[in-house]
């Protein structure tokens, strides 16, 4: 018998559909019974791809006896993080106060105010190295509940008071300056890893947005160290088994140092952001690698994440079946010698080992080897090597494919739209700006609403029921701005605009210039959530004040630049305390110290070759957060267009800042001079 999960649109709650947990999704009403009941709600908190997610589930979830326990002595709430951000980080941020770390699954108690008071993750199904089991979790908070009601409620709501307390310290309204981004790349310098790339030590992540921090502050100083440390780390990691050398794109993290053993879901945000950023290390240095990672990144999104909607998925899972029914961690990327020679022969399998680091003992579980491109001497016959490569990757798509999510997010579609709207611009591959702007219609279509609210998911061209929070509206904002450069049309501009009006009358605190998650008229929980930190993605907060001072530089919009100024006052704070988690926030920075630099393109059209080379020219300028006007002279598309006539005949290019102007240029090379940081 279905639970009330049936007819969600989160992949993941439709998962646990049919458990015999009588599951609800979060809602009023949940509380409601809970309150009527007098018992506490059990909240677990995941998302589709995560593997111990899963794990719980058919320990736990699945089994009959723990299901009428927890039906029996709890409302059971079952919530897709990637759905309701808001939810999990206000949760998420009691469990790390509580046990001073967080994860998923997330395991929370509360009452039925919805006050936490008994936190944790993952609970094994008997008890191990020294954690309980989860049915003694349950029986053990059954068990305060019932005798002890009046001491966990006080704890519940010391919890709560104490969350209130833990309010940001703003530092001031003004952004940070030179001073604070040495210090940042100094902070940068100290936890790199030279002999690998990367910063810090095991698990590792792709630090997307301190690698985009890393290539403005090198354009606009010059500093060879920031792009030293961007250039070695896009190397390893590409090299690495956490890129598909295969069909191309990231996985989520790297469970070792060295880049070896990735950890397999794969996620639109990482691919969007890394993208985009190899795109940019091409950019400011014609590396053939990144060129060649930026473009099979960008095809594995459309080929494997977008939706028939034209939207892109969320995630795939990191477990598929191993061909025997067993459900296992990487067996769709995974490759032994045997396996090599049943595809190849003798004698390719051979240099395929080679070639990719495939060994007799495995690099990974039971003999397997996550395919890498390890730096070897000798030179391997690149004809050869692509033959192999399209042989192992047409077998490899025999294998079970792992799960997709297949909800579309508005806010990693937004960081989707402008990689995939620069990369075709770069690289002369009209098909991705199509992708990109067949995405930004969806959103336009289905999480618009008349007055420019954003709905934060759809799945098979159904909106969800969830409103967005800044990341949404910042991140859209930041896809469309990107688009609107790149197309040269100026509805992408102004449907910009829409979303951060929004983000300066409905997420923005008016006295300090702070920006919180969700909007001042969203679902009341126990403490709005605010965070200012780059995790996985852009924290909604730095990518607000990038795509505010990107939007103001278009417009000349002197509240758009004021609030982005205002936000960039925490990374003043942050930088040179943590810029490993600020890295946008910092990328910002750049770009106000820059101007940012405001390029108009006039030609008579864009399909002109004199005004093709210069938008080209144009939108490969490397000063940091430069925006891009195109179109024809006269025209009303673009704010930055007006009154600005073509020279002598020709198509010309205009480039200001901070309130002052370069004479026109009809020549490529004399705008690359200027736009070169």
């Known amino acids: 018998m279905p639970n009330r999960l049936a007819h969600e649109t989160s992949p993941y709650l439709l998962q646990h559909a049919d458990n015999p947990v009588d599951w609800w999704p979060w809602s009023e009403e949940a509380f409601e019974e809970a309150r009527r009941r007098g018992v506490p709600v059990h909240l677990s908190v995941g998302y589709s791809s995560c593997h111990w997610c899963h794990v719980l589930a058919k320990e736990s979830f699945q089994d009959e006896v723990t299901a009428a326990f927890m039906n029996e002595h709890f409302v059971n709430i079952k919530v897709d993080r990637e759905e309701r951000p808001d939810v999990d980080a206000v949760y998420m941020e009691a469990v790390q106060a509580a046990t001073g770390q967080g994860g998923w699954p997330m395991t929370v108690f509360l009452t039925p105010d919805a006050e936490p008071f008994y936190f944790g993750t993952y609970f094994p199904p008997a008890p191990r190295q020294g954690m309980p089991s989860f049915r003694q979790v349950l029986q053990g908070v059954h068990q305060a509940w019932d005798e002890r009601r009046e001491e966990v409620t006080e704890v519940a709501e010391k919890i709560v008071r104490d969350l209130a307390g833990r309010e940001i310290s703003y530092g001031d309204a003004r952004t940070p300056g030179e001073e604070e981004l040495?210090?940042?790349?100094?902070?940068?310098?100290?936890?790199?890893?030279?002999?690998?790339?990367?910063?810090?030590?095991?698990?590792?992540?792709?630090?997307?947005?301190?690698?985009?921090?890393?290539?403005?502050?090198?354009?606009?100083?010059?500093?060879?160290?920031?792009?030293?440390?961007?250039?070695?780390?896009?190397?390893?990691?590409?090299?690495?088994?956490?890129?598909?050398?295969?069909?191309?794109?990231?996985?989520?993290?790297?469970?070792?140092?060295?880049?070896?053993?990735?950890?397999?879901?794969?996620?639109?945000?990482?691919?969007?952001?890394?993208?985009?950023?190899?795109?940019?290390?091409?950019?400011?240095?014609?590396?053939?690698?990144?060129?060649?990672?930026?473009?099979?990144?960008?095809?594995?999104?459309?080929?494997?994440?977008?939706?028939?909607?034209?939207?892109?998925?969320?995630?795939?899972?990191?477990?598929?079946?191993?061909?025997?029914?067993?459900?296992?961690?990487?067996?769709?990327?995974?490759?032994?010698?045997?396996?090599?020679?049943?595809?190849?022969?003798?004698?390719?399998?051979?240099?395929?080992?080679?070639?990719?680091?495939?060994?007799?003992?495995?690099?990974?579980?039971?003999?397997?080897?996550?395919?890498?491109?390890?730096?070897?001497?000798?030179?391997?016959?690149?004809?050869?090597?692509?033959?192999?490569?399209?042989?192992?990757?047409?077998?490899?798509?025999?294998?079970?494919?792992?799960?997709?999510?297949?909800?579309?997010?508005?806010?990693?579609?937004?960081?989707?739209?402008?990689?995939l709207a620069e990369t075709g611009a770069y690289f002369d591959r009209p098909d991705l700006v199509e992708a990109a702007v067949a995405a930004a219609d969806l959103l336009v279509r289905l999480h618009l609403d008349e007055q420019a609210r954003l709905t934060r998911t759809s799945k098979d061209g159904h909106a969800g029921a969830n409103a967005g929070v800044l990341e949404d509206y910042a991140d859209v904002a930041e896809g469309f701005l990107a688009l609107a450069s790149v197309t040269g049309e100026g509805v992408w501009l102004e449907f910009a605009g829409f979303l951060l009006d929004h983000v300066l009358v409905r997420f923005t605190d008016p006295e300090s210039g702070s920006l919180y998650d969700t909007a001042a008229d969203a679902e009341r929980l126990i403490r709005r959530p605010q965070d200012p930190t780059d995790n996985a993605a852009p924290s909604g907060w730095t990518a607000a004040a990038n795509a505010l001072l990107s939007y103001a530089a278009h417009t000349g919009s002197e509240p758009h630049r004021t609030a982005a100024e205002r936000a960039l006052g925490v990374v003043k704070a942050l930088g040179p305390r943590v810029p490993r988690f600020i890295g946008w926030g910092l990328a910002a920075a750049e770009a106000v110290l820059d101007g940012p630099r405001e390029v108009a393109v006039v030609g008579p059209a864009l399909d002109d070759e004199g005004t093709r080379a210069l938008h080209r020219t144009a939108l490969l300028g490397t000063a940091p957060g430069a925006v891009v006007a195109a179109g024809a002279p006269g025209s009303d598309e673009f704010p930055l267009l007006a009154d600005r006539p073509l020279v002598g005949g020709e198509p010309a290019a205009y480039v200001c800042r901070n309130f002052t102007c370069d004479a026109p240029t009809t020549e490529p090379d004399r705008l690359r001079t200027v736009l070169s940081g």
Request: hydrophobic residues 40%.
């Open 182 to 419: 040495a210090q940042a790349l100094l902070g940068l310098t100290r936890e790199y890893d030279p002999q690998r790339g990367g910063f810090g030590g095991a698990p590792k992540f792709p630090p997307s947005m301190v690698l985009e921090f890393l290539l403005r502050h090198h354009a606009r100083t010059g500093a060879e160290g920031a792009l030293q440390m961007a250039q070695d780390t896009c190397e390893r990691m590409a090299r690495g088994g956490m890129y598909d050398q295969l069909g191309g794109g990231f996985a989520r993290y790297s469970v070792d140092r060295d880049w070896v053993v990735p950890h397999f879901e794969k996620m639109l945000y990482d691919n969007a952001l890394l993208c985009r950023v190899y795109a940019h290390l091409w950019r400011a240095t014609g590396s053939e690698l990144a060129r060649r990672v930026a473009l099979e990144t960008a095809d594995f999104m459309v080929r494997e994440l977008r939706t028939n909607e034209g939207g892109f998925a969320s995630a795939l899972d990191a477990d598929s079946d191993d061909g025997t029914g067993r459900h296992v961690e990487g067996a769709y990327y995974v490759w032994t010698p045997e396996q090599l020679r049943e595809v190849l022969g003798d004698e390719d399998a051979e240099l395929a080992a080679q070639h990719f680091g495939v060994t007799e003992e495995g690099t990974f579980e039971e003999g397997a080897s996550v395919l890498q491109l390890p730096v070897r001497d000798g030179v391997f016959d690149a004809e050869k090597i692509a033959s192999i490569s399209e042989r192992l990757l047409a077998a490899r798509a025999e294998r079970p494919a792992p799960g997709r999510d297949d909800k579309v997010v508005a806010a990693w579609n937004g960081l989707a739209i402008a990689a």
